[in-house]
């Protein structure tokens, strides 16, 4: 009974979106009563796109690529301004591959042990939060960047020109406040960042072994682009992954596919209830970029962007908001908690400070981005 409670305490603590997304999924069962309806709810494309793209990056992973990435690129940091410039750009490109949440996973604790090394430990806050800043900001230029692109690129039918029209422009101008804010910080001379590696990386090894989660990797890019159907994909994933590492399959982020999938059953249900669903598209229509925005600051991006989905004319407008939504508080966007966590694992009186930091510098961008989509038009006021 006693670990059961535990566990129970633990994934309320720890996946609190994806009860909250439980429960209401639960709540709205009551009236719209279980049905064959539910089963045309979910998205069935993106869920599987979500467990492929999650397990091959798991791959890679294994193999260290990201870690030996960031290793070769600090070696040719000389200033400690230069240090801060690498990092936060790899935080900024690697999110479009590889997500936002499995960059900060990967680079922010590289971070930390690297400025800690040189003895420069005040300056960890400001650029843990930039990383962070730059991981969310950075995985809204491609499609499988975050979760909630993989989704509204699924549905939207949008091309590739229209998908870059919608988040690129907010993505330049992101790259240059970035480098803008680390450039204000002071700069010192830096004869030696730690990162040597010990023994010469063995790059036949390493393409063989990568090999397979790159092939992967290539077939899920089609089926992103519509070219190859999502089902014989999975399969190929699946199959493979069982004979080449299925330790893999612990890796997937299981909370967050049963997310999606509540939301799926919450908004499936919403959307049948004629008066609530006259509501929220009063409500959304032709504000699609500002509710996205609000909407995430207390509910997380992801989540935001099913919900609204369901009640919107202008899903690019959308996928703008919901990506500058992931800017504001800290659960704006779930991959801030994950800097939030590593943070203060290590330093646990430096919450505060953490807190002030990251508000500062969230609001700082996302005033800057939402003044970007004033003067492009991109949305309309609230009366």
Same mark, same amino acid.
């Given at each position: 009974?006693?670990?059961?409670?535990?566990?129970?305490?633990?994934?309320?603590?720890?996946?609190?979106? %994806?009860?909250?997304?439980?429960?209401?999924?639960?709540?709205?069962?009551?009236?719209?009563?279980? +049905?064959?309806? /539910?089963?045309?709810?979910? +998205?069935?494309?993106?869920?599987?796109?979500?467990? %492929?793209?999650?397990?091959?990056?798991? $791959?890679?992973?294994?193999?260290?690529?990201?870690?030996?990435?960031?290793?070769?690129?600090?070696?040719?940091?000389?200033?400690?301004?230069?240090?801060?410039?690498?990092?936060?750009?790899? %935080?900024?490109?690697?999110?479009?591959?590889?997500?936002?949440?499995?960059?900060?996973?990967?680079?922010? *604790?590289?971070?930390?042990?690297?400025?800690?090394?040189? $003895?420069?430990?005040?300056?960890?806050?400001?650029?843990?939060?930039?990383?962070?800043?730059?991981?969310?900001?950075?995985?809204?230029?491609?499609?499988?960047?975050? *979760?909630?692109?993989?989704?509204? /690129?699924?549905?939207?039918?949008?091309?590739?020109?229209?998908?870059?029209?919608?988040?690129?422009?907010?993505?330049?101008?992101?790259?240059?406040?970035?480098?803008?804010?680390?450039?204000?910080?002071?700069?010192?001379?830096?004869?030696?960042?730690?990162?040597?590696?010990?023994?010469?990386? +063995?790059?036949?090894?390493?393409?063989?072994?990568?090999?397979?989660?790159? %092939?992967?990797?290539?077939?899920?890019?089609?089926?992103?682009?519509h070219v190859l159907p999502y089902i014989p994909v999975l399969l190929i994933v699946i199959a493979v992954t069982a004979l080449v590492n299925r330790?893999? /399959?612990?890796?997937? +982020? /299981?909370?967050?596919?049963?997310?999606?999938?509540?939301?799926?059953?919450?908004?499936?249900?919403?959307?049948?209830?004629?008066?609530?669903?006259?509501?929220?598209?009063?409500?959304?229509?032709?504000?699609?970029?500002?509710?996205?925005?609000?909407?995430?600051?207390?509910?997380?991006?992801?989540?935001?962007?099913?919900?609204?989905?369901?009640?919107?004319?202008?899903? *690019?407008?959308?996928?703008?908001?919901?990506?500058? $939504?992931?800017?504001?508080?800290?659960?704006?966007?779930?991959?801030?908690?994950?800097?939030?966590?590593?943070?203060?694992?290590?330093?646990?009186?430096?919450?505060?400070?953490?807190?002030?930091?990251?508000?500062?510098?969230?609001?700082?961008?996302?005033?800057?981005?939402?003044?970007?989509?004033?003067?492009? $038009?991109?949305?309309?006021?609230?009366?």
């Amino acid at each position: 009974m006693k670990l059961a409670k535990t566990i129970f305490k633990n994934i309320l603590k720890n996946e609190t979106v %994806c009860c909250a997304a439980l429960v209401l999924a639960a709540s709205s069962a009551f009236f719209v009563h279980p +049905d064959e309806a /539910y089963l045309a709810y979910p +998205d069935y494309r993106t869920l599987a796109l979500l467990f %492929c793209l999650m397990i091959i990056v798991a $791959g890679f992973q294994s193999k260290g690529v990201f870690a030996m990435m960031g290793h070769a690129l600090l070696r040719r940091a000389r200033s400690l301004r230069a240090l801060a410039a690498v990092m936060v750009l790899l %935080c900024f490109f690697s999110s479009m591959l590889i997500t936002n949440d499995v960059t900060l996973l990967t680079f922010v *604790p590289f971070t930390m042990l690297v400025f800690r090394m040189i $003895g420069q430990t005040e300056r960890i806050v400001k650029l843990v939060v930039l990383e962070t800043v730059a991981a969310n900001l950075g995985s809204m230029a491609t499609p499988i960047g975050n *979760p909630q692109n993989l989704y509204l /690129y699924s549905i939207s039918g949008l091309s590739g020109g229209g998908f870059a029209a919608a988040v690129l422009p907010y993505a330049g101008l992101s790259l240059l406040l970035l480098m803008g804010a680390v450039l204000l910080g002071r700069d010192e001379p830096l004869m030696d960042v730690g990162t040597e590696r010990k023994h010469r990386t +063995d790059v036949g090894k390493l393409m063989r072994g990568i090999f397979p989660y790159l %092939c992967l990797l290539v077939l899920c890019l089609l089926v992103v682009f519509h070219v190859l159907p999502y089902i014989p994909v999975l399969l190929i994933v699946i199959a493979v992954t069982a004979l080449v590492n299925r330790r893999l /399959y612990l890796e997937v +982020d /299981y909370f967050l596919l049963l997310t999606f999938l509540f939301f799926f059953i919450f908004v499936g249900n919403i959307k049948r209830v004629p008066e609530i669903s006259a509501f929220l598209v009063s409500v959304v229509e032709g504000r699609e970029l500002l509710t996205g925005v609000l909407a995430s600051q207390v509910m997380s991006n992801v989540p935001a962007a099913i919900l609204l989905s369901g009640f919107s004319a202008d899903l *690019p407008a959308l996928l703008t908001g919901v990506n500058l $939504g992931g800017l504001g508080t800290l659960i704006a966007s779930l991959a801030s908690l994950i800097s939030y966590k590593i943070f203060t694992r290590e330093y646990p009186h430096s919450r505060g400070r953490f807190l002030k930091v990251f508000t500062f510098w969230n609001l700082v961008f996302l005033l800057a981005l939402l003044a970007e989509a004033a003067v492009l $038009g991109a949305f309309s006021v609230l009366p």
